[in-house]
């Protein structure tokens, strides 16, 4: 079983920036894509980014250009660059990690999920 840790948010005004961290468990981390969702009150949770085992990226549209999404596979953590934040990038942020290693853009492709962390962006 692999746990996910997510670490990093906060409170930030509009155009600053936060690092959020996922640390998870197991020996098997270097094989799986690993992924980043975000859900803010009242929606669904949505895609933001994700890393496969070779390192291909893949954004949402919505963060491409101030998100950067990368992984040190040594200390088992993938990591959310956020940059020029808005408002409405406010939501829990998921780590989550999908044993099929490409690239996944659908809650359904990953297989574990970390307990998220709260990302605040005032106006």
């Known amino acids: 079983q692999v746990q996910l840790v997510e670490s990093g948010g906060g409170l930030v005004q509009t155009g600053g920036s936060l690092r959020l961290s996922c640390v998870a468990s197991g020996r098997t981390f270097s094989s799986y894509a690993m992924g980043w969702f975000r859900q803010a009150p009242g929606k669904e949770r949505e895609f933001v980014a994700t890393i496969t085992w070779r390192r291909t990226t893949y954004y949402a549209d919505s963060v491409k250009g101030r998100f950067t999404i990368s992984r040190d596979n040594a200390k088992n953590t993938v990591y959310l660059q956020m940059n020029s934040l808005k408002p409405e990038d406010t939501a829990v942020y998921y780590c989550?990690?999908?044993?099929?290693?490409?690239?996944?853009?659908?809650?359904?492709?990953?297989?574990?999920w970390g307990q998220g962390t709260q990302v605040t962006v005032s106006s």
């Open positions: 989550a990690g999908a044993r099929t290693g490409g690239i996944s853009v659908v809650t359904p492709a990953y297989d574990y």
